[in-house]
């Protein structure tokens, strides 16, 4: 890809042209075809809400979940929509049968929002949420994996694991940890916020009994989309958070799962009708091609930041481990003040991101995304750096 077919790219996207947009990662940005068919779904429940809801919805949801799961291969009455990752999360979190002495077992690297959401259901049960430390930079997949399987013991319920960690960025390699814990017969549950639209997934064999995903990171579509799959075997554990009128249901579908979790009552369906428009607009758009422009300028970047910030890589840089994202520590006394002068006086949207007390720049490479985007962003941090805001 060249500048001229990333500046095409940038045209299908509503971002503001005079801001150097390196925070996909975040909440994602919404395609332009796929934004304009959203408003055209609102326009048309605002128009007719009573056939809109009662007659068409149902249809217009299975159209959506077929699409994604074949998008994500796997059986379409085993995938529902929610809002956001973290609310499938706690679904998951609030019904998963522990005991008291129980533990659910996970790194301390995922996502505060989902720490929290296992800290409080496993403090209500009895249970335990163990974040295993991980030390950083990785090595290899062995050395995750030793790691990782050192903390399973007799006591792990379920494994809870970032198919890509959010603020290190890192994938973790969750079909050799799914396999681990098959052989044990512990159920894995992986959080795939980052990674629909950005890494292939395909849940038929990687093995995971439970998975969510955003739509609105990576998939681009609007705010508000996301998924949780549930393999089968598990699905009758888990309640949906608002009981309404999937229970019971008069009109009952084959699928108890998604009568329980789809049927919740008024709200606006119109972001998960989207997804089969994003999944069109990816494929017209050679979106293949485009990721591995994208992971390739991650790569062929990260030498320099490294050495800019003194730092080091946090993992081998290859596919294994980095896709779209790259994240480095940074030393600043202030994180949130350091992301608003980026922002403010430099015109570059880049989270600063917090780990405990670590601090680390996470930048993110869509298709729009070129090399004078990462310049901009090397010379304000060499600023800042001569200014005493970041040290090195």
């Avoid at 998604?258 to 607009?281: C, N």
């Avoid at 494929?283 to 591995?292: A, D, F, H």
Wanted: proline share 5%; hydrophobic share 40%.
């Amino acid at each position: 890809m060249e500048n001229k077919e990333a500046a095409l790219i940038k045209n299908e996207f509503l971002l503001k042209k005079d801001s150097t947009f390196l925070n996909f990662g975040s909440f994602g940005a919404c395609a332009r075809p796929v934004f304009e068919r959203y408003q055209r779904y609102q326009l048309e429940l605002e128009e007719e809400p009573v056939h809109f809801m009662m007659d068409k919805a149902s249809g217009y949801l299975k159209r959506s979940r077929e699409a994604l799961a074949n998008y994500i291969n796997c059986a379409a009455d085993d995938v529902v929509y929610v809002t956001n990752p973290s609310y499938g999360v706690n679904i998951i979190a609030k019904s998963f049968p522990l005991q008291p002495g129980d533990e659910v077992l996970t790194s301390n690297l995922e996502y505060g929002a989902c720490d929290r959401a296992w800290d409080y259901y496993c403090k209500k049960k009895g249970a335990t949420y163990r974040p295993l430390p991980i030390r950083l930079p990785l090595e290899s997949k062995d050395d995750f994996i030793n790691q990782f399987a050192a903390g399973i013991h007799p006591k792990t319920k379920l494994i809870f694991l970032s198919h890509i960690t959010s603020a290190t960025a890192l994938r973790f390699p969750i079909e050799e940890v799914c396999s681990l814990a098959k052989q044990k017969g512990i159920p894995v549950f992986i959080d795939g916020a980052h990674a629909p639209g950005q890494v292939p997934i395909d849940l038929a064999t990687l093995g995971a009994d439970m998975y969510t995903g955003a739509c609105h990171k990576w998939m681009m579509t609007p705010k508000g989309s996301s998924f949780l799959y549930v393999s089968k075997a598990w699905q009758h554990y888990f309640d949906p958070l608002l009981i309404s009128w999937g229970y019971e249901a008069v009109a009952a579908s084959a699928s108890r799962f998604l009568d329980y979790h789809e049927m919740q009552g008024t709200r606006d369906l119109s972001a998960f009708l989207t997804i089969p428009d994003a999944i069109e607009f990816m494929q017209k758009n050679n979106w293949p091609q485009v990721s591995r422009y994208c992971r390739d300028m991650v790569k062929q970047n990260a030498g320099r930041f490294c050495e800019l910030l003194q730092t080091k890589p946090l993992a081998p840089l290859t596919d294994d481990f980095i896709a779209q994202m790259l994240s480095l520590e940074i030393k600043t006394a202030n994180a949130m003040e350091l992301h608003d002068i980026l922002f403010r006086q430099y015109k570059i949207q880049v989270p600063i991101m917090q780990l405990g007390n670590r601090s680390f720049l996470r930048f993110s490479i869509q298709g729009f995304n070129t090399r004078q985007d990462l310049d901009k962003l090397y010379d304000a941090v060499k600023d800042l750096i001569s200014k005493g805001l970041i040290i090195t």
